[in-house]
């Protein structure tokens, strides 16, 4: 078991009408100025946004909206920054996006200083967190995902000054996300899981962590998909969503390097596709391409614990039958599963596998991919 240093400062409000009962008294203990930053129109539809704006009358508030689901280095974050400067902000509340312009707001330079990690951040605004999709984790974790298109990067920017204070979690608020997105989020958080438990040194705790959160992603995913007013059902997803990204599952373990995360942000910084469609796309190429007398042991236990494959037949036939049955699964929720189908073509294979190898640090991943190996993995996802 390797050592680590850990600490979760995020305090968690879950449940049906948590955000009435206590946004006030939250938001009260950071002061009077908030930033409030969102995406488009769906807080409004569902009445949240005017649930913020009556529960915070009394307090003085900026609105930023616009902010894209693949988070990108565009004016919406150089408006933050410079809202919050102009304003005078003392917390950001975010219904989507507020990580980057957190930390540039108590900077005085360009904030992709920060982002890049030319300059480490001394400081950074407060975030409270309401969450309306279950999927990346951003609600209890330290940082967020933004992309730079002209340069066609998609850095993870990760930082414990960004760790969200407050997170209110309240399932009733993904009723109302899309069939398409509730599927994307169902294998955004597999995939933090499976990129997890796919490393050198592990627990049999963080083992069972992991194995008992896909079976519950998959279960509750397809009752979320079949009935998305299912309290239970979105209740269990969010919560796995929040465990899938905060390093909960992999205290002690190895690193993994996170090689479908990395290579998933090349396609979406190139091609801007849903980033849950294009990770289970990845997945169950890479998991096929790294299939190997080494790793071999782990896709059997996979296989077993996870789908309940006959522990009785062949290793090598658990383990092929572990990665189909990954990708059924993704098949079977909606998910477009060939990047054609989401609009890339081979014409830029190869300069996205020399960008990833480049770039994301695969040669160091739990099966170490060199730029060839990347190509083979996209190609094979085509």
């Not at 796995?240 to 002690?252: E, Q, V, W």
């Not at 998991?287 to 080494?294: C, D, G």
């Amino acid at each position: 078991m390797r050592n680590f240093d850990y600490m979760t400062p995020t305090r968690l409000i879950f449940g049906k009408g948590v955000v009435d009962k206590k946004l006030p008294e939250v938001m009260g203990q950071f002061g009077k100025k908030i930033l409030l930053t969102y995406g488009g129109g769906s807080i409004k539809k569902i009445g949240l946004y005017q649930k913020v704006l009556e529960l915070l009358k009394d307090r003085e508030i900026v609105e930023l909206a616009g902010i894209q689901p693949n988070p990108k280095y565009d004016p919406s974050v150089l408006d933050g920054v410079r809202l919050c400067k102009e304003h005078k902000v003392d917390v950001i509340l975010s219904v989507g996006g507020g990580s980057a312009i957190a930390a540039g707001a108590c900077y005085d330079g360009d904030p992709w200083d920060l982002i890049s990690y030319k300059v480490k951040a001394k400081a950074a605004l407060p975030i409270v967190d309401i969450i309306t999709l279950a999927a990346t984790g951003s609600e209890y974790d330290a940082g967020g995902v933004i992309s730079r298109t002209e340069t066609n990067d998609k850095i993870g920017y990760i930082d414990p000054l960004l760790y969200p204070r407050v997170s209110f979690l309240d399932p009733t608020y993904t009723f109302t996300v899309s069939a398409k997105q509730t599927a994307a989020g169902i294998a955004d958080a597999m995939n933090h899981t499976i990129e997890q438990y796919f490393a050198e040194d592990t627990t049999l705790l963080n083992d069972g962590f992991c194995e008992s959160m896909l079976r519950s992603l998959m279960v509750n995913g397809r009752r979320c998909l079949e009935n998305p007013e299912d309290y239970t059902a979105r209740a269990e997803m969010m919560l796995a969503c929040t465990y899938g990204c905060n390093r909960i599952l992999s205290l002690g373990n190895s690193a993994s390097g996170w090689p479908c995360h990395g290579i998933e942000h090349a396609l979406s910084a190139y091609y801007d596709i849903t980033h849950g469609e294009g990770l289970a796309i990845i997945t169950p190429r890479w998991m096929t391409h790294i299939l190997s007398e080494r790793t071999l042991p782990r896709f059997v236990k996979y296989g077993i614990n996870v789908f309940g494959i006959d522990a009785t037949l062949d290793q090598w036939d658990i383990a092929r039958k572990a990665i189909e049955e990954t990708y059924k699964f993704f098949e079977s929720i909606g998910i477009p599963m060939h990047l054609r189908e989401v609009g890339i073509d081979g014409s830029r294979i190869n300069e996205m596998a020399h960008h990833i190898a480049v770039n994301e640090g695969l040669d160091q991943a739990y099966v170490p991919l060199s730029e060839q190996d990347i190509v083979e993995i996209l190609t094979a996802s085509l």
